[in-house]
């Protein structure tokens, strides 16, 4: 059959249907919901995608320009380190991976295989409070027997795997038996740490999540369990030194019962070392007899939630309106837009455990199941953005216990010829009509934002309450990125460069800046990753350089400029056979299978890929001809024109030199017609070292052989197959001197001025964005202005590291340098005066979007100490530690007197009890409008 795939001299080829009949095949199952206990496969996105782009899924008349088949399936970035079984947790659907059903799954491995060694990602779905999930990342543990720790067992589990099912499948690895002589524990550095005896928990309420060590205790012959003898009996407390104030543990089994809540305090023992918050599930032992130094145990790439939550624990005049009671007069159960008051209940409960029942780390079960059940967008255990997840708290918060039952009915007015104070005034007070609760009490700010119509200059004035301010940073920042340029004329040789562009840049600008420092038109550069010895993506003008990582390896072909409308650009890898036993065969009988083998042989590839332009239809003779000359030498001559040193790194300022299309063609072919010439006469005179055929897109599949003599028909994408009898080597790549290129760290540093005016500052709506003027009855393109206009007693400040798109996502790690004390905002503000703000919180997030972690540095004001909290983890740490590239949410409390002193850390003004004086009249200070009102 025309599709038949030929795996080399391989197992009976399978029947493959055709494009079109692929896509008609599958979309049916593709539209499938998702229900639980259905079975679905994880794949690779890039894969999925370009199975779509050669089957023409979407029928666009585009959707198969450059597509070609895509080989087997392929999901190697997507496994976490060097194992084939744990999928990183820091994926995120849509971007790096899909789910696809059973059914498609069977169909697509049938079809194009499985990549050798890897096995199928199965999943279950199932029910999380009325949403339907599957869980993407399973739990890692480290089974042991007793404390020989020296071989443990890996194993990956589901979450929802209850403890009672490890027990029995330890007791059967270990040959022990499953009764009341065997005893399941959690162990730390070689230590016993907690017995698990409630087998009825699962994982995720245990608190158990992955690089947990699990050890099976058998009893002793006299009755007594030998692990008892290794339990640590006292902990140190955070930050203290020597063994003063420790404090002796008195372990109880888990105070589990059907039907528990989280929110059961009354009943704690303040000598267990176990927890009621969350089934007391990993309540790591000992307490440290010190409020708020209580980390929180990480369910599951739920740093994101454990970091806001550490900010918001240490603003005092919030934390005080919990723990007093005094939020149980202002819930709102009623409220349809809330959360029928359980999301209040389970954040004064929290805070207890941490401010009140002070232990080394608590675990948030409780808390994190009560979101998921109001925000699906949050269960599960992707990794979310903090800030998100603190917009919804406080929002959730803030209608649990708005005090406004029924909310009027306000039409919000535009200022028109009014004052501002007036209508400003106006606002606030239709806003107030609606929101009236600690939160807005707290939170809550006011902004003008002006419009101003292109085309009728119609101007709109309005003020808009905000809950924390997204201050844009300024594109500053450069990055080095190293690219590998393939000039067209093979006889020069492949030089490494340094480009010097801004972490933000799009691979449009790499191109400009290279193409000027090499004299080439950006035109006639493709930028392509390469892996694996094949092209794995081409990069498109849009795409940001942000993709290109610092361990990729980026190939910048240059190839000319098209000649006519048959002109096309195919891909050339080199390859050799390979005689073997281990190339897998994808026959395929359900998700099984996969694991046969047989004798075939298989090709490997070799050298490094290439890009070539060409005529859609040629004969094999001035195909062989091309190839000869674009291919040779495999290694760099003497004596080429481009030197490899003395010319520094260009600036993303620089232009790339222009040239005319006609003039680029005549120099394009001058240089190729003599090696072309040359290269036909020795195809003409010698036997040909290799042979062609037609491959998918990976290389090492054949779709047919080339033959002499005939008509070759290509089209824009195709991959030829240059197959040697041998493994041939790319040339020596020689580095120019831009590679050392010293980024200039101080450049990027900006300053909170810089971003507030960036803030500020007009910009021009863009499209997909637009405002709906009232006069042109259109959307226009307007000219948008923001200013602050009355500032919260709290201020958030989001500094926008990261950036979304169609296309890419982006972050900026540039350092912010912003004010750990006296942040004055009066300069900014239209209204109130003398306002000063002094940190007390920040949420951090280290690493970049491919992988990262949330941690917290808060301001204690029990002890009058900065602590860095990271998930279960606290130590102390330094004022100035808050401020450093990984710094994204600020959290500032104002002062109660414009012109005092901060606090001896720098971060609010508190009394001697460790509270905010809010003086006589309740407010914690700050100018602020004669209708807010104090919060309680």
Known sequence: ADNAVDVAAGPAPVAVPSPSEQAELLRPLFTHKMKAGDTWFIIDYTWLKGWKSYVDYDSSSLARVRASQPGPIDNERLFQGSTNKQVSGLLREGFEFEFVPEEAWKLLVAWYGLAPGQEPIERVAYDNFGTVKVEVSLVVLRLIKGLDDASPQIVYRSRRTPLRTIKQQMCDLFSEPDDDTTRLWETVNGRAYKLQDNLDLTLEMAGLMSRNTLSLERCGSDGTWPLDKSRPTALTPVGATGTTGSVTSSYTPNAYASGATGSSWSNYNSNSSTSTYGYGGGSYGMSTGRPGEVGLQNLGNTCFMNSALQCLSNCVPLREYY????????????????????????????????????????????????????????????????????????????????????????????????????????????????????????????LKSTLVCPTCSKVSVTF????????????????????????????????????????????SQLKSVLGATIGVAPASLYVADVYGKKIYK?????DGVSVI??????????????????????RIVHRYKQAGSTYPSYSYSYYTSYTSYNNADYYVLCGAPS???????????????????HIAPTRPREGNNRTAAGAAAASPDSKAAESDDDELEAAYASKQAPAAAAAAAAAAAAPLPYKLFITQSHGTTNIRALE?????????????????????????????DSVHTKVDVADTRLTMDECLRAFTRKECLTEGNLWHCPVCKEGVAATKEMELFRLPRV???????????????????????????????????????????????????MGGLGGGHYIANAYNSVSKTWFCYDDSYVRRCDAADAKSEASYVLFYIQRDDPSGAAAAAGACAMDADGDVDTGADGATGGARGDDTQPMD
């Not at 081409?538 to 849009?542: N, T």
């Not at 400040?797 to 540039?814: E, G, H, M, P």
């Not at 006296?822 to 900014?828: H, K, V």
Request: charge should be negative.
């Open 795 to 845: 201020l958030i400040v989001q500094l926008k590291r990261f950036s979304y798109n169609s296309y890419s996502r982006d972050k900026i790690t540039a350092l912010v340098d912003f004010p750990v004390e006296d942040f004055q905002l009066g300069s900014y503000l239209k209204q109130q005066t003398g306002a000063i703000y002094d940190l007390f919180a920040v949420s951090k997030h």
């Open 611 to 629: 890009l070539m332009r060409i005529s859609k239809s040629v004969t094999y003779e001035q195909l062989v001809a091309a190839i000869d000359a």
């Open 323 to 446: 723990l007093s009671g005094r939020y149980k007069g202002d819930l709102n159960r009623t409220n349809p837009i809330g959360c029928e008051g359980h999301l209040a209940d389970e954040f004064a409960g929290l805070l207890r455990e941490l401010w009140e029942n002070p232990r080394a780390s608590v675990s948030p079960y409780e808390f994190k199941r009560t979101i998921s059940k109001f925000a699906p967008q949050f269960s599960g255990y992707q990794q979310h953005d903090s800030q998100e997840l603190l917009c919804f708290l406080l929002d959730g918060l803030h209608e649990d216990c708005n005090r406004i039952v029924k909310k009027p009915y306000v039409e919000l007015k535009e200022r028109g010829d009014r004052p501002d104070a007036e209508a400003a005034a106006e606002a606030w007070e239709m806003h107030r009509m609606r929101n009236d609760s600690a939160i807005v009490d707290l939170f809550h700010g006011q």
């Open 708 to 736: 002499a003599g005939k008509v070759v028909d290509l089209d824009d994408g195709f991959t030829i197959g240059v197959t040697w009898d041998a493994s041939i080597d790319a040339p020596t790549v020689v580095e120019h």
């Open 549 to 570: 990582t610092d361990h990729d390896e980026a190939h910048v072909y240059e190839v000319p400029p098209a000649r006519g409308p048959d002109d096309i650009v195919i």
């Open 464 to 507: 808009d309450p905000f809950v924390h301010l997204p201050l844009p940073l300024p594109d500053k920042q450069k990055r080095l990125v190293k690219v590998i340029y393939r000039a067209w004329d093979p006889a020069e040789p492949w030089i490494k460069y340094g480009v010097l562009v801004n972490t933000t840049g799009k691979i």
């Open 538 to 542: 081409e990069l498109e003008d849009h």
